[in-house]
Nanobody
């Protein structure tokens, strides 16, 4: 499975951005698609995830502001809509695909910078 990310960039506090992650290859093997983020000097943390068989969850700090979704027509694309962005949302964001069995896959990462 290959993951290609797009989106991200620089935005002011309170602004919005959309991240996209397109998966190719054996996409039927994917059980969970997720977004992680890693700020400088910190560990990579889960932000949101969507389950192939239904279900979504978010880390508390983004609930009500971020929305993860999947393209119903092309189920190999997952989005992260980020609203009301805060300075502390600044990080490198990574897409991750977890198969039903075996190791997962990472996207190349995309920078999100929230700054006034």
């Amino acid at each position: 499975v290959d993951l290609v990310q797009s989106g991200g960039g620089l935005v002011q506090p309170g602004g919005s951005l959309r991240l996209s992650c397109m998966a190719s290859g054996d996409t039927d093997s994917i059980g969970i698609m997720a977004w992680y983020r890693q700020a400088p000097g910190k560990q990579r943390d889960l932000v949101a995830r969507i389950f192939a068989r239904g279900g979504i969850d978010y880390v508390d700090s983004v609930k009500g502001r971020f929305t993860i979704s999947r393209d119903d027509m092309e189920k190999n694309t997952v989005y992260l809509d980020m609203n009301s962005l805060k300075l502390e949302d600044t990080a490198m964001y990574y897409c991750h695909a977890a198969p039903f069995a075996g190791p997962g896959y990472w996207g190349q990462g995309t920078q999100v910078t929230v700054s006034s």
